[in-house]
Structures are given as C-alpha cells and as structure tokens.
C-alpha cells in the first residue's frame, strides 16, 4: 500500500500561508464595534490557499495561523475560533478539485460553486460550532457569542466573497488554460 504524502511545495505553502494569515489577521482587520470581533481580510487569503492547496493544507493554515495569531498577540488561544479557522480552510479546501484553479479558468460556474461553498461552511461555523464551542468550553453567555459569532460570520462571507474572489480571478489568469496553445498550420 503506497502512503501518500504532503508535497515540499504543500508544506511550505502551509508555513507560509500561517505566517500571512497572522499579518494579516493583526495588520489588515476592522474593529466591528462588537467586543473581541473584527472583519477579517485573513479569511479571503486562506479561500485562496485552500482552493489552491486542498483541504489539509487550508485546515493547518486556518489551524496554526489562527492559533499563532492569538498566542502572539492576545497571550492566550481562543481555542473554539481555531477550530473553525480549521474547519473552514478544510471544507472550503474541499472543492478544490472541482474548482481546479491551475487549470487557469474561474469563471462564473466556479464562482457561484466558491461563493456559496464559502457562504454554507462559514455560516455552519461561525453561526452554529464557534458559538457552542464558546459555550461548551469556556461557559460564555450564550446571547454574547452568538452575536459574535453572527457578526463574524457575516462580515467573513462578505470579505471571502469579494477578496476571496477578486484572489482566485487573479490566480487564475497567472495559470494556463489547457486550450490555450494551438498550433499553427
């Protein structure tokens, strides 16, 4: 039985895709008015890695980005937020295959196959598993991190949606379409 392993290329794009989703979880995020809630640009950044990458990649990016992020700049890791970091690089990570960015076309099927991919696993955890798991680990009141979580979620379907997006289309005009060269008579 053949093991099949993370590429070099994979296990750097996981180490440098945490290292840019810290800058720009400190550097490139807005207040929301909502305690310990912000509108994250960090999120658009990990669609496109998991898109590019796959789920395993997109699950440890979201992971120890998210984690890092915390650690270094709050003292401590909110271990529920880090666990749908996670979850959403992984299950957005999903579709990349059948989205297949390397093949130099994102167009507006895949679009619409992103974007509500991204709206459905983020509503799911942001919405649903962050909030319980505020709950369950740390007994915060329900009412406070539901409308975390609520805000969150929102503000990142909005900010996948269009940096997500607006990424992915500018990845994939770098790639060659398969069709692209022909050959001359």
Do not use: C
């Amino acid at each position: 039985m053949q093991r099949k392993h993370l590429s070099i290329k994979t296990i750097v794009a996981i180490g440098i895709g945490a290292a840019v989703f810290v800058i720009l979880g400190r550097f490139a995020s807005i207040p929301t008015g909502i305690p310990n809630t912000q509108i994250e640009t960090s999120y658009g950044f990990l669609a496109l890695m998991s898109i590019i990458f796959g789920p395993i990649a997109g699950a440890l990016i979201g992971l120890i980005g998210h984690a890092l992020k915390d650690l270094i700049f709050y003292g401590s890791i909110w271990w529920s937020w880090v666990i749908v970091s996670g979850l959403v690089g992984l299950l957005i990570g999903l579709v990349w295959r059948k989205i297949d960015i390397e093949s130099g076309i994102f167009n507006m099927k895949k679009i619409i196959t992103f974007n509500v991919v991204q709206v459905i696993v983020q509503a799911f955890g942001w919405f649903a598993v962050a909030p319980f798991l505020d709950v369950q680990i740390y007994a915060e009141p329900a009412n406070k991190v539901y409308l975390q979580g609520v805000v969150a979620g929102a503000a990142n379907i909005v900010t996948v949606g269009v940096i997500g997006t607006l990424l992915l289309l500018a990845y994939a005009k770098t790639r060659s379409q398969s069709d692209s060269l022909n050959k001359d008579i």
